[in-house]
Every structure is written in structure tokens, then in C-alpha cells.
């Protein structure tokens, strides 16, 4: 069955401090990857997404992340982490050209000063 | 307006109270869909518009009622609901055949009481 993990629930880093989230999904081909975040009591709002092509791609608000087909991942960046970046992190797959999309349960990242 | 647009954003309600959550896309998509998000649990897929057909129903309690009269405008009735039913509803949009993500409103936070 198709799947996304995200197996961290919590991070905690500190402002200036790089930051990576881990996304691993299960599918049958190379599905559509996206990178969403949300701050509290909003909806989501699209980073960044890779559909195909070079395998670094780059989003909004200085985030990076990279597929690697080998290890099903799809791990999400930042250099360097502004204290306006705690948010909830959502990464999400979909199947090309329908509207099935898989979300992974979300990781909570919190930025101290 | 652009993007997805939801109302109300806030809604308290009674036990027997009806009363329905409207969301509009102004993206020219052709599916749209109701997401539950509830504290500390992963977003949850109610329902799916496709084409304005009803795609996906995922075992949605029938006090939860949808209703898509055209590709712009997708409704939730809700009726005699419970307060375990509070939670954050968000509408997003898609456009099904192309590559794309999805777009998300920004939510109707929903009290039971």
C-alpha cells in the first residue's frame, strides 16, 4: 500500500542552526513529491515540489530538499533556521495526473531563540 | 479573491444545531477536497470531487454531508454533530490530468459544544 512516513513527530533546533526533515514513502513508481507547511490554524502552504528532472529542487523561504530514488526519500533543508520557521511540516505524495495524494502524519518543528 | 477561500474561518455550534462550511477555488481546478484535522492526529481525506462527481466517501459518518454544485464550490453540511467533530476543516484544490499540487484553503476551525 502506498505510504509516506515522516518519522520524526518533534524537532527542536536553534535559530541559525540547519535543520532536516526526513520523508520516506512506499510507492510503485516515482510518485509527485511535495513539501507543505502550516503554521498554526492555517491551511497548508506548498515549499517546494519535484516532479521530475534534477533531483535538488528549491522552494520558498530558502528551503531545499532532495529525492533520492534508491532510499524512497525526499528529505526537506535549510541552511540556516529563522525563528519564523516553527511551523508543522507536511511532505505528501501523489499519483501523476490524479487526485490521490498521501500525506505523512506531519513533523512539529520548534525554533529556540 | 484568489487561491481557496473558506467560510466561516470560525463556527460554534451545537449538538443540534445545522449549519454548513462553504469553500470557493478561484484556480480553475477540477477536483476539490474536505480534509479533518484534529489535535495530534494526522490530517484525515473525507471527501473527494472529481469532475463534480463524488470520487472518495473515506467512511465519513453521514452527519457530515457534501455537496460540489459546480468545479468552483464545494459545501459540508453538518448536522446533529458530536463534540469529538471539532476540529480544523480544510478545503483544498486540484487540478486532476496535470501535474500540480494540491492549493489549501485556510480552514474552518469548528467547535462542538
Known amino acids: 500500500a502506498q505510504s509516506v512516513t515522516q518519522p520524526d513527530i518533534h524537532i527542536t533546533v536553534s535559530e541559525g542552526a540547519s535543520l532536516e526533515l526526513r520523508c520516506n514513502y512506499s510507492?510503485?513508481?516515482?510518485?509527485?513529491l511535495f513539501w507543505y507547511v502550516q503554521s498554526p490554524g492555517q491551511g497548508l502552504q506548498l515549499l517546494l515540489k519535484?516532479?521530475?528532472?534534477?533531483?535538488l529542487v528549491q522552494g520558498i523561504k530558502g528551503f531545499e530538499a532532495e529525492f533520492k530514488r534508491s532510499q524512497s526519500s525526499f528529505n526537506l533543508r535549510k541552511p540556516s533556521v529563522h525563528w519564523s520557521d516553527a511551523a508543522e511540516y507536511f511532505c505528501?505524495?501523489?499519483?501523476?495526473?490524479?487526485?490521490?495524494?498521501?500525506f505523512g502524519t506531519g513533523t512539529r518543528l520548534k525554533v529556540l531563540a | 479573491e484568489t487561491g481557496v477561500t473558506q467560510t466561516p474561518r470560525h463556527l460554534v455550534m451545537g449538538m443540534t444545531n445545522k449549519k454548513s462550511l462553504k469553500c470557493e477555488q478561484h484556480?480553475?481546478?477540477?477536483?476539490m477536497y474536505w480534509y479533518k484535522q484534529s489535535a495530534k492526529k494526522p490530517l484525515e481525506l473525507m471527501f473527494v470531487?472529481?469532475?463534480?462527481?463524488?470520487?472518495e466517501n473515506n467512511s465519513v459518518p453521514s452527519r457530515f454531508s457534501p455537496e460540489c454544485p459546480n468545479s468552483s464550490h464545494l459545501f459540508l453540511h453538518l448536522h446533529t454533530l458530536q463534540p469529538e467533530d471539532s476540529a480544523l476543516y480544510l478545503c483544498?484544490?486540484?487540478?486532476?490530468?496535470?501535474?500540480?499540487?494540491?492549493?489549501f484553503g485556510p480552514g474552518t476551525r469548528l467547535t462542538v459544544t
Open positions: 505528501a505524495v501523489a499519483l501523476s495526473g490524479t487526485y490521490k495524494y498521501i
Open positions: 510507492y510503485g513508481a516515482t510518485p509527485y
Open positions: 484556480l480553475g481546478h477540477n477536483a
Open positions: 483544498a484544490s486540484s487540478q486532476v490530468g496535470a501535474a500540480g499540487e494540491q492549493y
Open positions: 519535484y516532479f521530475s528532472g534534477d533531483t
Open positions: 470531487y472529481s469532475l463534480e462527481e463524488r470520487v
